[in-house]
């Protein structure tokens, strides 16, 4: 094995692929497991640099973090890099009762380490941007600050309504959180304000990141100089932010060109997003040719009734793909359309949303599942945070390795399983947000 530089837990799946592009494609070698690694397993890839769990802790209340993280946090530390981190969405989305990252950062610490987290968010590469404690993320319409963000100040699980990210986690620990800010970092101060901050009991400190010279001071602070671990907690630009400070170093080399991503003739897709974003996506594929098979999404409140539509959305797919059509099958087409009628269902079912969520991203995933054994086609795109775990999970997948970019965030990568039917697909989990108008298009085409 290689040097161990560094180790993550990802609470959703598209998340820490977005961690495993930016490292694999600096010339990091890395790769992303599902669970915490036996040893045979990380045997099976002895030139690692680092290492990722992808988890579902974004969707999960802080019960089932306190019976899941600490053998996860365990196995990174086994891992013996200098920096963990605890990877969050790049729009913080979280709330005391879901997706909770102070109670992660609660567990995480005690068992990780360090004087102090790092809490980096910022990452101009994928357009968020922290000033003054601040998050601000873009879209195709402009930036937007995060309690006025047309898709995340009215997200269906956790809307943001706080852009500060230290009142937003303060919500969620006890820990003293404090702020390298964007006035130290452009002065000069940043080291006598990170003293400060210590001295004075912060315990998280955020780092403001507008641009690439505060992304590389950023990481200067990240990687510490050897003086202790690291329990970073961040978006990916906790891995651009240490890309940068490493190039600056001479440690890594200024460029590094990634695989080229090859078109495909053929592609299927699943989309489990509520996301306006993605819904925008699915219509463009659609404008180019490609079938959508509306699957419905309140059937899932019953086992029956969703097992006989995921059946009838798998037939409908054979159909479609035996006609060399590229095939998309979506339980959502943007938050109007669909979160009232599920929620509604839901409700009247008695159902809790995880289990109904759970169901959904298992049946978007035994689709993949079949179609890839029965079609051997190549390439599939699983769009949707939660659905992406949930899915990957109902694959049987052991591991994912990053195969070229695609759209910053969601690169396509390939799949590692025991089930031979399924090793060698490859994927791209897609975040509801991510990616341009004709990221379907793209990839199936390339770039």
């Known amino acids: 094995m290689a040097d ?44 690692l640099s680092a290492m990722g769990i992808a988890g579902v802790a974004r ?35 979280s709330s005391p009762g879901c997706g ?10 005690p068992i990780l380490g360090g004087a102090w987290h790092p809490l980096i968010i910022g990452a101009p590469a994928i357009r968020r941007y922290q000033a003054f404690g601040n998050l601000f993320a873009g879209t195709d319409d402009g930036v937007y ?22 009142l937003h986690l303060s919500r969620q620990t006890d820990r003293r959180i404090g702020l390298v800010d964007l006035a130290s970092l452009k002065t000069g101060q940043t080291d006598r304000m990170l003293a400060d901050q210590v001295e004075d009991g912060a315990e998280i400190i955020a780092i403001d990141v507008v641009d690439d010279a505060t992304l590389a001071e950023a990481g200067r602070l990240l990687w510490n100089e050897g003086r202790g671990p690291v329990f970073a907690i961040g978006s990916q630009g906790v891995e651009y932010a240490l ?15 990634p695989p080229k991503l090859a078109a495909v003739d053929q592609i299927f897709c699943v989309s489990g997003s509520c996301s306006p974003i993605n819904s925008a996506q699915i219509a463009a594929a659609e404008a180019h040719g490609f079938e959508i098979i509306d699957l ?12 006989k539509a995921v059946e009838q959305a798998l037939q409908a797919l054979l159909q ?24 509604q269902a839901i409700s009247r079912s008695g159902s809790s949303a995880a289990e109904v969520n759970d169901r959904i991203g298992a049946g978007l995933g035994r689709l993949v ?25 109902a694959l049987g997948v052991t591991a994912l390795s990053a195969l070229a970019p695609l759209a910053p965030g969601a690169p396509l990568c390939r799949v590692h399983s025991q089930n031979e039917a399924i090793d060698g697909l490859e994927v791209t989990l897609k975040g509801g947000q991510m990616g341009s108008r004709e990221f379907f298009i793209k990839a199936k085409t390339g770039l």
């Open 59 to 93: 969707s999960r209340d802080p019960g089932w973090m306190e019976d899941n993280l600490p053998q996860a946090f365990a196995a990174l530390a086994d891992f013996g890099a200098p920096i963990v981190h605890y990877k969050v969405c790049s729009t913080f989305d």
């Open 320 to 343: 479609a793909l035996s006609a060399r059509r590229d095939v998309l099958v979506a339980t959502a087409r943007g938050p109007d359309a669909s979160t009232s009628p599920l929620k």
């Open 243 to 257: 890309v940068a400070h490493l190039r600056a170093l001479g440690e890594l080399p200024a460029t590094f060109e």
């Open 100 to 109: 909770s990252i102070g109670k992660a950062i609660d567990i995480g610490a």
């Open 369 to 393: 599942a079949d179609i890839r054994s029965r079609t051997g086609l190549p390439r599939a795109v699983i769009a949707g945070g939660d659905t992406s775990g949930h899915a990957m999970t």
């Open 145 to 166: 600050r995060l309690d006025r963000h047309p898709v995340m100040s009215r997200h269906p699980a956790t809307p943001m309504d706080e852009a500060d990210l230290r």
């Open 296 to 307: 419905d999404a309140t059937c899932a409140v019953d086992v029956a009734e969703w097992d």
């Open 4 to 47: 161990p530089l560094l180790a993550f837990y990802g609470d959703d799946f598209t998340g820490s692929s977005a961690v495993m592009e930016v490292l694999s494609f600096a010339g990091i070698p890395t790769v992303m497991f599902l669970k915490p690694p036996s040893a045979e397993e990380l045997a099976a890839f002895p030139d």
